[in-house]
């Protein structure tokens, strides 16, 4: 099964950008969908960004324009690119990863049988 290490998060101001990293290990990670979610304090964690296995990217409403989501299969990793970052931006952001997972239920966190630990970012000024 794979495992997923987040990395990259940290205090922006407004306006400014993230690259979030997703690092697998124990399998390759362009054999499984892989989404990005939020969780802020007190707030049920959502969906973000992602990608069912074969399709193209999806993104919530809110990040569109300004999220971008890519993979590096050589280095088997996935990135969140985060421009023009906002306050409400302020979350823990997850990657997760699953094989079997269908379209309609990629936005739904409790569909998504792997999980990394999550990376903080806080904008702020």
């Known amino acids: 099964q794979v495992q997923l290490i987040e990395s990259g998060g940290g205090l922006v101001s407004p306006g400014g950008s993230l690259r979030l990293s997703c690092k697998a290990s124990?399998?390759?990670?362009?054999?499984?969908?892989v989404g990005w979610f939020r969780q802020a304090p007190g707030s049920e964690r959502e969906f973000v960004a992602g990608?069912?296995?074969?399709?193209?990217?999806i993104y919530e409403n809110s990040v569109k324009g300004r999220f971008t989501m890519s993979r590096d299969n050589g280095e088997n990793t996935v990135y969140l690119q985060m421009n023009n970052l906002k306050p409400d931006d302020t979350a823990v952001y997850y990657c997760?990863?699953?094989?079997?997972?269908?379209?309609?239920?990629?936005?739904?966190?409790?569909?998504?049988?792997?999980w990394g630990q999550g990376t903080q970012v806080t904008v702020s000024s």
């Open positions: 997760a990863a699953d094989r079997r997972i269908i379209t309609s239920s990629l936005r739904n966190p409790a569909e998504w049988d792997y």
């Open positions: 124990g399998d390759t990670v362009y054999t499984y969908s």
């Open positions: 990608i069912k296995r074969p399709g193209s990217y």
